[in-house]
Nanobody, 124 residues
């Protein structure tokens, strides 16, 4: 059983940066593709970014391409999301997730594990 714990959220002004981290404990981290999702108040949860188990391939939702970077360190059992040029519409609770299948992870289905999330608020 993998436990995922996010950190790094907070309040930032538009144009600023934040770095989110997700630490995995228990279980074999490198068996899973990892991803980030977000949910704003009154909205559906949406896919943000994903990375394969090796870290060799990454995927991004169109609105964050060129601004966000997902990475992972399998030696430290962590996955990170570097968020630059933040906009007020990026405000949401960000959660990390693990799935053995990258295709399922990108679709947000049949997820093996979810973290509880961390709040990101971008002021204008």
């Amino acid at each position: 059983q993998v436990q995922l714990v996010e950190s790094g959220g907070g309040l930032v002004q538009a144009g600023g940066s934040l770095r989110l981290s997700c630490a995995a404990s228990r279980g074999t981290f490198r068996n899973y593709a990892m991803g980030w999702f977000r949910q704003a108040p009154g909205k559906e949860r949406e896919f943000v970014a994903a990375i394969t188990w090796s870290g060799g391939v990454t995927y991004y939702e169109d609105s964050v391409k060129g601004r966000f970077i997902i990475s992972r360190d399998n030696a430290k059992n962590t996955v990170s999301l570097q968020m630059n040029s933040l906009k007020p519409e990026d405000t949401a609770v960000y959660s990390c997730a693990a799935n053995r299948e990258i295709s399922d992870l990108r679709l947000g289905r049949d997820m093996d594990y979810w973290g509880r999330g961390t709040q990101v608020t971008v002021s204008s």
